[in-house]
């Protein structure tokens, strides 16, 4: 069955601080990834995504990922965390059907102490 | 930048009563997905729609849920007669194409209690 898996709920870093947000996918083709972030109030805003070509993906706000497909993994990275980055970041798998809805994991807080 | 926009951000209902949630997806998008988070659990998808109609649905989506698109802009999620576990958050997301890695664009959410 398809799925996401994200192992952590919550995380707390200092703010400088290096982060790296886990996220598992188990998929029969080989998927398109995304990571979304959800501030307070906001909706769901597409930080990156990954499809084909270079496993190493760049996003908005200094975030990347790496696609590992022997691990299953789509880990999301930033060298250094700002306090605005402070949100709930979800992992998701697609397609998930015919019209393209999405496969979403739980979500990881992320808390970052000044 | 263009944004889907959802009203209202909170509701607050009885079990049995009927709910409308609303939303405004991004004006040249042609699929309109409706997703569901309940407290500490995953975003699930509810149903897409095309065309003016349903194109796909979880198995979340039985009856008591219904979604149009009423004019040209709106597209709505009704629950006919809400029960205690519907409360969630619910998402409106929108894209132009359906296939491939096209990005959805989501709503802020309406967090729906049913009391």
Not at chain 1, 72 to 81: D, E, M, Q
Not at chain 2, 51 to 66: A, L, T, V, W, Y
Request: proline share 5%; with cysteine; charged share 20%.
């Amino acid at each position: 069955a398809q799925s996401v898996t994200q192992p952590d709920i919550h995380i707390t870093v200092s703010e400088g601080a290096s982060l790296e947000l886990r996220c598992n996918y188990s998929y029969g083709a080989t998927p398109y990834l995304f990571w979304y972030v959800q501030s307070p109030g906001q909706g769901l805003q597409l930080l990156l995504k990954y499809f084909s070509g270079d496993t190493l993906v760049q996003g908005i706000k200094g975030f990347e990922a790496e696609f590992k497909r022997s691990q299953s993994s789509f880990n999301l990275r930033k060298p250094s965390v700002h306090w605005s980055d402070a949100a709930e970041y979800f992992c998701a798998v697609g397609p998930g059907g015919s019209q393209g809805n999405l496969i979403f994991g739980k979500g990881t807080k992320l808390s970052v102490k000044p | 930048e263009p944004e889907v926009t959802q009203t209202p951000s909170h509701q607050v209902t009885q079990m049995g009563q009927e709910v409308i949630l609303r939303c405004v997806p991004i004006s040249n998008h042609l699929y309109f997905y409706w997703y569901r988070q309940i407290l500490g659990q995953k975003v699930e998808f509810l149903v897409s729609f095309y065309n003016n109609e349903i194109s796909e649905k979880s198995e979340i989506f039985d009856d008591q849920f219904s979604v149009e698109r009423p004019d040209g802009s709106n597209f709505t999620l009704k629950i006919r007669s809400t029960k205690l576990e519907d409360s969630a958050m619910y998402f409106c997301a929108s894209r132009f194409l359906a296939g491939g890695p096209e990005t959805q664009y989501f709503g802020p959410g309406t967090r729906l209690l049913v009391l």
